[in-house]
Nanobody
Framework: QVQLVESGGGLVQPGGSLRLSCTAS????????LAWYRQAPGKQRELVAT???????NYADSVKGRFAISRDNAKNTLYLQMNSLKPEDTAVYYC???????????WGQGTQVTVSS
């Protein structure tokens, strides 16, 4: 079992920045593929960014060039640097850890990001 805890959300003005963190406990962090998802009110949860065990990265088109995902296996922490934030980035952001060999998934509780003037 892996427990994930997100932090770093909040209220920010359009054009501003936030850095989300997701800290894991109870596991060997490096064996997991990691991702950030988000869910806006009334919408389905959508994939924002992924980072593989080997460090390969992919982004949703809507955040390319603005967001950066990274991981620090020594600190058991996943990050999402969000720049040039837009009102449409407003959502609850969730981190996900996926263990490929048995398809195990774990989710954090989510952190609210609100972009508004």
């Amino acid at each position: 079992q892996v427990q994930l805890v997100e932090s770093g959300g909040g209220l920010v003005q359009p054009g501003g920045s936030l850095r989300l963190s997701c800290t894991a406990s109870g596991t060997i962090f490096s064996i997991y593929a990691l991702a950030w998802y988000r869910q806006a009110p009334g919408k389905q949860r959508e994939l924002v960014a992924t980072i593989s065990r080997g460090g390969s990265i992919n982004y949703a088109d809507s955040v390319k060039g603005r967001f950066a995902i990274s991981r620090d296996n020594a600190k058991n922490t996943l990050y999402l640097q969000m720049n040039s934030l837009k009102p449409e980035d407003t959502a609850v952001y969730y981190c996900n850890a996926h263990r490929p060999f048995d398809e195990y998934d774990s989710w954090g509780q989510g952190t609210q990001v609100t972009v508004s003037s």
